[in-house]
């Protein structure tokens, strides 16, 4: 196993460490990455099961490279909304501690060939999956102006939508292919440019959020990851946006108090779930690994 956290550093990676509970047979990362966090579980947890997954095929190739010969550990090329069906099909029934670290990493993020970044010249395809489902680009000359110009608002917040979602229609009518060419198509189109940020930012992080179903994908997470905790089970999730960490928050506080008792108790009032304070990274973290800025983490423990 790799010590190096080559290109990548796992955020939150203390808080991760102190909300994990004292034994764990089983460990599922639903968005492995390039398996920090999931590191740390095999040192400490030295018999414990890993299940890692990640819906993107180069991340698979580097845990697998990463945790090569140690045989607890199994890595899934798969979407973290179908975690109950990886562990029927792995026969694991429950887990001691589910994780989730949502977004994109720092390998996609860095590599330009993928498109994530605004400068790359790189097709605009965004996929963190990139053997299936729809590119950026599929998705721009799919939708209406107006369906566009609804993500752009509200998974952006972008405030000049339908500016923005006409230059998009546009760009794309003239044969326009890369993220450069889109992004300098934005930049020309909107009225005011923010001081402190690219102006696609927003628009780009909107048109990754819906190609990847990144919110529809927590839902699912979200659920099918609650029902394969075990009794003593803690689940955690980073979040890097407030809509994200909305979904998040909600489904937690909702489940407090509201795990049955099994047969033959179930008729007795439910144990209650414990929902702890978010966590937010150090200034010190922050300064040392930027992308740690906008993380959140909420704890859910069944007990
Ligand atoms: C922020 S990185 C995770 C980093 C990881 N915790 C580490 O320590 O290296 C997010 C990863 O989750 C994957 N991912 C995002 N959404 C996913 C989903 N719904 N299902 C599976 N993988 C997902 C991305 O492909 C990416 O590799």
Redesign the pocket.
Known sequence: MSLS?RG????L?ADFSRMAPDQVSVYV???????????QIARRYPAARLIL????KE?VARLREKFAGMERVTVVH?????VDKWLFLLKVRKADLI??????????LDDPARGFGFKSDAPMDMR??TTTGETALDLIKRLTEKELQDILSSYGEERESRTVARALKKAAAEGKRTVKEFRDAIAAAKRFRPARIDPATQTLMALRIAV???LG??E??LERAYVSLAPDGVLGV?S?HSLEDRLVKRFFVDRRGQVPLPKPFDDLPPRPVTVLKAVRPTEEEVLVNP?SRSAKMRVLVRN
């Open positions: 956290y990548h550093r796992p955020v990676l990362d639903l968005t492995a990455g390039g398996g920090g966090h999931a590191e997954i990640d819906r993107d991340a798969g979407r973290a909304g179908e994780f989730a670290d949502l977004g994109v990493s720092s390998y996609q963190m999956d990847n179903d990144e994908e927590v699912r997470m980073i890097f992308r």
